[in-house]
């Protein structure tokens, strides 16, 4: 078994895993670091090997935590906080000969948490032994205390001792510079592929327009034909009332066929704008009608767009309005009111001219079963006022979320 290769972990993204390896191999430097201290310690400086011994433990402990959850955070947190109480146990309470090396070991703390757990934990930390620094210089440091006890093998422990959490912040720098840099490397790679996916389908979305373009743009030429044709056989017509439902087709026909040319004139092919599109659909009618009165035709709205789905039986529905308006209310001049609003997430449709409608208000005629109809397709309901100064029909709560 290799002791330098981690357990299997959970994590998917790369600096996780990168992190729980660093955390691993760092644990392992520290506990033999530590064990070699503690060894090298334990026949001339009692009070230096409890202190190494009880940090082997803390980095064996680290380890086992590793091992057992696959979390390297948590094993972190035991780390830091259990290195951060030993050495200021150390500072506060032993009779320490160099206070240089306890801050390398705060160092070491210090790194691994803003580079494990993040900047504002590491701050956090940073603050706690600025603070115990200033504790302990101001009420337990002893300016009579030497440096450095040179004597036998205590310099070459101290030289150890130095040298070693220098190393470990080194290696640890080392190994995120590493990861760091096999993580942009795999950043530029994923931005490239990117790159490439999203002018793929950025190319494909434009051929996709462009087909759905041409496919509206032909349904309303084909409409148009049935149109020409619907037309010419009403010409040859000679009774009043089969002309009369010839031309009411054509009208709806007209109708679905603005939408497709909405459609194909606009970037955006699940949208069309409500306004835009009535005022065109109003004029086409007024001119099949051949209506030689003035029209006002006013049109307000909280809708800018409506999904192309509701919007057919939507636009069928003010058409067969529309066309009863012109042909059966106005005398001298006509006016149009239409107003769009909405109602929480549906809207309301409050359709009103001035005229006082001659025919075309029975109840079982065939406008007003399409109307009924058209209005339980979008899971609504209407209601027709007959005034003495014109007639409204409200078709409340209508469902044009696609």
């Known amino acids: 078994m290799n002791l330098f290769k981690p357990p299997k972990h959970s994590y998917t993204e790369f600096l996780d895993i990168s992190k ?3 955390t691993w191999s760092m644990s392992i430097y520290i506990m033999i670091i530590l064990l070699f201290l503690s060894i090298f310690y334990y026949p001339i400086d009692f009070q230096s090997f409890i202190l190494y011994s009880v940090g082997f433990l803390i980095s064996l402990l680290g380890l086992f935590v590793i091992y057992l959850t696959r979390n390297y955070i948590k094993a972190t947190i035991i780390l830091v906080l259990f290195g951060f109480v030993l050495v200021f146990y150390s500072i506060f309470f032993l009779d320490v000969k160099s206070d240089v090396l306890e801050v390398e070991w705060l160092l070491v703390l210090l790194v691994f948490i803003f580079f494990k757990l993040g900047t504002i934990q590491g701050i956090i930390l940073l603050v706690i032994e600025i603070s115990l620094f200033i504790i302990y210089i101001f009420f337990f440091y002893r300016g009579d205390v030497s440096i450095i006890d040179y004597s036998n093998l205590m310099l070459v422990g101290y030289i150890i001792e130095f040298i070693f959490p220098i190393f470990i912040l080194v290696s640890y720098v080392h190994l995120s510079v590493k990861s760091n840099n096999i993580s942009e490397k795999k950043l530029r790679s994923t931005n490239a592929v990117l790159k490439e996916q999203f002018l793929k389908i950025k190319e494909q979305n ?8 041409e496919i509206h743009h032909r349904v309303k030429n084909n409409l148009q034909v049935i149109i020409s044709l619907l037309r010419l056989q009403s010409s040859d017509l000679n009774q009043k ?10 009208n709806r026909i007209m109708t ?3 939408i ?4 194909y004139q606009k970037d955006n092919l699940t949208l069309i704008d409500t306004q835009d599109y009535f005022n065109t659909l109003i004029a086409d009618l007024i001119t099949s009608l051949s209506i030689n009165i003035p029209v006002q035709l006013k049109i307000t709205s909280e809708i800018d767009y409506i999904g192309t789905k509701s919007f057919v039986p939507l636009a069928l529905i003010i058409s067969e309005l529309v066309s009863n308006s012109l042909k059966h209310a106005f005398k001298n001049e006509g006016f149009i009111s239409i107003d769009f609003v909405k109602n929480e997430q549906r809207i309301n449709v409050i359709y009103s001219d001035n005229g006082s409608w001659k025919n075309g208000q029975e109840k079982n005629s065939f406008g007003i079963q399409l109307i009924h109809t058209l209005c339980r397709q979008l899971s609504g309901e209407y209601q027709r006022e007959i005034l003495a100064e014109g007639t409204t029909y409200k078709l ?4 044009v979320n696609d």
């Open 20 to 22: 729980y390896n660093n």
């Open 206 to 213: 434009e051929e996709k327009t462009v087909l759905l373009k």
């Open 241 to 250: 009332d089969v002309k009369i439902h010839f031309d009411d087709a054509i």
């Open 256 to 258: 679905l066929s603005l």
């Open 260 to 263: 497709h040319q909405k459609m």
């Open 396 to 399: 409340i709560a209508l469902d």
